[in-house]
């Protein structure tokens, strides 16, 4: 018998209502928002990881960087007509992708496709309307000048934009294309400089940020520019640099302004010392000018290509009087700034370790070089007695001063009428097949990110607490300068005379730098 006219409408209206109910979710998840106008044009974005977060990808801040713009500053972005859809990440700038190096896997690094026409950046935005402007976090990343991408995916900023703030993340040049100096490049500048081209991205990406981020529902007089490694670097360049002042009210470095300190801010080198390695990298690539150089294949400018000769030219900013300041710092702002427990320099290994062999005798040798007269006193401060004590020695001398430069950097800051905090971080993120590693460098990005549970980790519970913490205090500090909140445990501002640090990690709460002692030897080797 078949079925009536009547009841095969009725169960084809069944079937259409639970398709409807099984795809519609799936339908919205894809519809784009409204578009926002921006001063290039309009972009539409779409649903980002985490539900109520709207992310735009890609937006260009920038024109591209290449021909005759290559070693330039940046020039505003060519316009566009229609609605861009800014539904992908943009290509990230020009740099070898090694895929994965440890401690780093494939989360940390970049992935996505490179070339010069780089010059873009993310929006990571809530849902709803808010009672007023947002706060702003502009995050920079780090690799050292060479490498690095704002579409890593520890870099992920939607799970903190749903705690009630606007992300955005920039690339800029780095290498060759972002560091570049060369006679012939200050000779064309009309300030008589040449290198940190990846210093003025970042200004233009904060100018962009400046001119377009109401139309996002952010606030463009309370943004916090933040940083991992050379992106901490970049924020205490960027306080130093006149061409910033004003594009942001707060600073977080994440492992970058202590290195300044250690190393000092003649890292860069001098503007002569910078031209003359320029014109040794030229020489090396058979480029006898600017101009033949600019007509090189952007490849030509990565590893393994510019090993050629060991002509390799440095990318750490320059340190030059126009970009970067000479003299005092630019910007008095509040600032946080902190480490991880096996940070660079902290165990012997380097950026990421594992730490060398324990020896006694090269323990005793290495003191010898570090203290000269003083080695005698600093291995009765942090003894070993065997092979065996080594690494245990090792870590305290290299935690005690990563935390005593920290402390003495902070003093400097103070002293600038700046209120600071500053961290300490030793959750050592689980990894049972390499425990060596530790709380290595870069390994608190993930927790600050709430992108906790990526990757190659054997993630726990405590991680998820750990998180949302850091996560807590973040977005604090970025909406009112204090990271301090509630539920969370008390983290006090830096003190004169105090020497202490907010441990944060599984036991949160302040901590002393290092012992007395300790303390007061480990200053006598600082910049004063």
Not at 8 to 13: H, I, L
Not at 510 to 520: C, F, G, H, Q, W
């Amino acid at each position: 018998m078949r079925p009536s006219r009547s009841h095969r409408a009725r169960v084809g209206a069944f079937v259409l209502a639970i398709l409807a109910l099984v795809v519609a979710p799936r339908a919205r998840d894809q519809v784009s928002p409204a578009p926002v106008k921006t001063t290039g044009g309009l972009v539409a974005g779409t649903t980002a990881s985490v539900p109520g977060v709207t992310a735009f990808l890609g937006i260009p801040y920038a024109a591209p960087p290449v021909g005759a713009l290559r070693w330039r500053e940046p020039q505003p972005a060519p316009a566009w007509t229609g609605v861009r859809q800014a539904t992908e990440f943009g290509t990230s700038c020009m740099q070898a992708q090694p895929g994965s190096r440890l401690p780093w896997t494939e989360e940390y690094m970049t992935q996505n496709a490179v070339g010069e026409d780089c010059l873009n950046l993310n929006v990571w935005r809530p849902a709803g309307r808010a009672a007023r402007p947002r706060a702003v976090m502009v995050w920079i990343y780090g690799g050292g000048f060479n490498e690095g991408s704002s579409a890593v995916a520890v870099y992920d900023g939607a799970a903190l934009a749903a705690r009630g703030v606007v992300v955005v993340s920039l690339n800029y040049r780095v290498g060759v294309l972002g560091g570049l100096a060369h006679p012939e490049l200050t000779a064309e500048s009309p300030h008589k400089v040449s290198g940190n081209y990846g210093i003025l991205d970042q200004v233009a990406a904060l100018r962009w940020v400046r001119d377009n981020i109401a139309a996002f529902g952010g606030d463009p007089a309370n943004v916090t520019i933040f940083g991992q490694s050379a992106g901490g670097v970049s924020v205490a360049m960027l306080m130093r640099s006149p061409l910033a002042r004003g594009l942001f009210v707060r600073a977080i470095g994440m492992a970058g302004p202590g290195l300044i300190g250690a190393s000092g801010p003649g890292r860069g080198g001098t503007l002569a010392e910078r031209e003359a390695a320029g014109v040794k990298f030229a020489q090396a690539q058979g480029a006898s000018s600017l101009a033949e150089l600019r007509a090189l294949p952007a490849t030509t400018f990565i590893a393994p290509a510019v090993s050629k000769g060991n002509a390799v030219p440095p990318a750490w900013p320059l340190i030059d009087g126009h970009v970067i300041a000479t003299e005092a710092p630019a910007s008095q702002v509040p600032v946080m700034v902190g480490f991880t427990a096996d940070d660079i320099g902290t165990n012997g290994g380097g950026l990421g370790g594992p730490p060398p062999q324990p020896s006694l005798a090269a323990w005793r040798a290495d003191a010898e070089k570090a203290w000269g007269p003083q080695a005698a006193a600093f291995l009765a401060l942090y003894p070993a007695a065997t092979d065996a004590d080594v690494p245990a020695a090792r870590k305290a001398a290299g935690r005690d001063r990563t935390r005593v430069t920290m402390d003495r950097w902070a003093a400097s800051q103070v002293q600038a009428s700046r209120t600071v905090y500053t961290y300490y971080f030793d959750r050592v993120t689980p990894w049972p097949e390499h425990p060596e590693f530790g709380a290595h460098h870069t390994s608190e990005v993930p927790y600050v990110f709430g992108t906790v549970g990526r990757g190659k980790r054997a993630w726990e519970p405590v991680d998820r607490i750990v998180s949302d913490r850091m996560a807590s205090y973040f977005v604090n500090f970025a909406r009112t300068g204090d990271p301090n909140g509630a539920g969370l445990p008390r983290w006090p501002a830096w003190a004169p005379g105090a020497h202490v640090t907010m441990r944060l990690g599984e036991a949160p709460g302040p901590m002393p730098v290092a012992t007395p002692e300790r303390r007061a030897f480990l200053e006598q080797g600082l910049r004063p």
